[in-house]
């Protein structure tokens, strides 16, 4: 069971604001690229001034809103005939921009170590590929776990909170990144071989 799995009761919340949107001329994409832009710039903010400790609690405000614009996009396009090959691409390819964007300022918070939090990106961009590599091997999109987007949101929320709180991180908090690195090789790993077994 990982957060994806309550996708289904969450777009049900925001499909009245899906409709809305339709009706608007609002088109899949531009939510798509919205939700990155906005990632980007959060990411910015937070990189430039990341001193600025209470800055951090935008980040759980904003992963909040682009987990339900990620969701609007999906269900515009499934829903209400806005299913694009632009919009496939820019679906993948935002999400790993915004994800990185959003997870780098941490190179910056004590006690994480740069190196940790670059490998986790990457990793994390890794299990992104591995799940987009499903259906060119003939099985579906891979959603597994144990850390898939949604659950990496959750995490770096509440990391956001705790620092934008300004709540002193221990020593020991330098583990966290190690951990999410391990947790995302098992994603990889998981996201592969069920893959497989799927073909």
Known sequence: M???????RFQAYLRPYAERLARAGVT????????AAGSLVIGFVLSEFGWIRPLFILLPVWLFIRMA???????L???????TRLGA???ELCDVISDAALTLPFAAIAPFRPAEVVLAVLLALIAEYAGVMGPLAGAERRYDGPLGKSDRAFVFAALGLWVGLALPLPDA???????ICILL????WNRVRRGIAQI
């Open 2 to 8: 990982t957060l994806y799995d309550l996708k289904p």
């Open 28 to 35: 899949a994409n531009q939510v798509t690229l919205a939700a």
């Open 69 to 75: 614009l990620n969701a609007i996009d999906g269900m």
């Open 77 to 83: 396009a499934r829903e209400f005939g806005q299913k």
């Open 89 to 91: 691409y820019l679906n």
């Open 173 to 179: 908090a330098h583990w966290l990144m190690p951990l």
């Open 185 to 188: 090789a098992a994603t990889i």
